[in-house]
């Protein structure tokens, strides 16, 4: 065998030596991502109240200026007295008079007392509610992995995928750490 032969061979059985260290060393090294077993998205539920206005029509009576119906009870009581005196003679005008009289007292009462109240006008009124909006936000990932056979949990701001990057037997959470 010559000189460059056993040179070659010494170098080849190095190199193959060196690139064997090399390569056990990366795979000494730790994996260089966890698989991601689950992912679980998590929810807020977020509740904002607003107001809810819409104008009504409405039906109100007018304001009254006779509460005690007293002008429709002296008026009824002027006509039932004139048309009781108008009735009979003697004693019986008399008592037809007063009947009249207090017949027509009442009936002018009730007359004025249902006029009032179909005294109305119509307006328009705005009325308001609070209602309030329900709607969800995402805050975030709660991420189930193993790594190295061992199983952790980890929330993440985004969903990783199938696994999350590793370095130096760390998980990189953020983009910005890798």
């Known amino acids: 065998m010559n000189k460059s032969m056993l040179v070659g061979a010494v170098l080849g059985a190095v190199g193959v030596t060196a690139g064997g ?27 904002t109240p607003r107001q809810v206005c819409e104008d009504v029509t409405v039906t109100r009576q007018k304001p009254v200026k006779d509460q005690h119906q007293i002008a429709g009870t002296a008026i009824g009581a002027v ?8 009735v009979g003679g003697g004693t019986g ?3 037809a008079t007063v009947a009249g009289a207090v017949g027509g007292g009442y009936a002018g009462n009730k007359v004025q007392e249902n ?9 328009t009124e705005t009325r308001c509610d609070t209602v309030t909006d329900v709607s969800e936000k995402l805050v975030g990932y709660d991420v189930k992995y193993q790594l190295d056979g061992k199983e952790g949990q980890v929330r993440m701001a985004s ?13 990189v959470l953020s983009a910005s750490e890798q």
Do not use: W
């Not at 260290?21 to 509740?47: D, F, M, R």
């Not at 006509?79 to 005196?85: E, I």
């Not at 006029?115 to 307006?123: E, K, L, S, V, W």
């Not at 969903?159 to 998980?171: E, S, Y």
């Open 21 to 47: 260290a090399v390569a056990t060393y990366s795979l000494i090294g730790g994996p260089e991502y966890a698989e991601v077993l689950a992912v679980k998205p998590i929810k807020e539920t977020i509740k």
């Open 115 to 123: 006029m009032q109240a179909g005294d109305t006008y119509t307006t």
């Open 93 to 95: 005008k008399k008592i």
């Open 159 to 171: 969903d990783p995928g199938n696994r999350i990057p590793v370095k130096d037997g760390q998980l």
């Open 79 to 86: 006509v039932g007295g004139l048309l009781g005196n108008q």
